[in-house]
């Protein structure tokens, strides 16, 4: 056992499998009392069952640490406080969230049903807002805590994943603006964009060259939740095996401004295409670049 996050109390959703799950064991592993907290359903969000998360709480305890299970649905904000309630219940404070639950249906956007749609949003975006929204009420007063939420690169965009690109990237949001809000109680939060091997990712129709493991993962979430890392807040990290990366804030990156009367839409045309131009968008790069290689036979490698 190490004691990286001795005497801190961590709740990890979607804990029972893949990363979740080597995040729970890596916390519990560091000194962390853990709340494995995993509705236990298949990827598509159907058939609940608790198994998964009794089974990791089962590890934790093998290993000497201390754990519970919840199976809660933490698209609904009374699922999301009772993962909250039985870290406070169980262990007496709250001092990190992980938001690593989710789901797929993927569609492309004009077959996309509102069935599809929904769950997509409400388990990412929305499960993480109920994690936050309950676990910040309590680390205000104590004037400390770490929210943790998982996004994915996808956030720029995705050909048949448009519901899963727009939670990720609400997710990304949401983590930024509870780092403005929080910032002054003491409270940082962060996203991790992780590139592993899991259920989620099996579907994938292309090789990854940077990819790794749900417990290469782990130990930037360990770090992520330690007070060693107290300054840092806002942020948004890539994990791919080896390498760890940091996304760039949004900001502008050229602008014009209208003389005589405003911009009309002749003007506009004659003037902004070069001046304030567009910025090049790396996943339909990406994408032509794999037509072209289907095209002429050959298959990408990353």
Known sequence: MGDFLSGKVIAVTGAGRGI??????ACA????????????????GSEPSSEVADQVVKEIEASGGEAVSVAEDVSTMAGGQRVVDAAVEGFGRIDGVVCVAGILRERMLFNMS?????????????????????????????????????????????VSQSNYSAAKGGVISLTRSAALGLNKYGVTANCVAPVARTRMSAGVPMELAEI?????????????????AREVTGQVYTVAGPKIAVWAQPRELRAAYATDGGWTPESIADFL??????????????????????????????
Do not use: C
């Open 20 to 25: 979740g799950r080597a995040v729970a064991l």
């Open 273 to 302: 295409p070069g001046t304030v131009g567009t910025d090049e968008m790396p996943m339909l790069a990406r994408l032509q670049e794999m037509a072209r290689a289907a095209a002429s036979g050959d298959r990408p490698n990353k």
């Open 114 to 158: 509102e069935e599809e749609w929904d769950p997509v949003l409400a388990t990412h975006l929305k499960g993480t807002f109920t994690l936050f929204r309950a676990a910040s009420a309590v680390m205000r007063k104590q004037k400390s805590g770490t929210l943790i939420g998982f996004t994915s690169g996808n956030h720029q965009g995705s």
């Open 212 to 228: 790794g493991e749900p417990e290469d993962v782990a130990p930037l979430v360990v770090y992520l939740l330690s007070d060693r």
């Open 29 to 44: 592993a560091e000194g962390a009392k853990v709340v494995v907290a995993d509705y236990g359903v298949s990827v598509d």
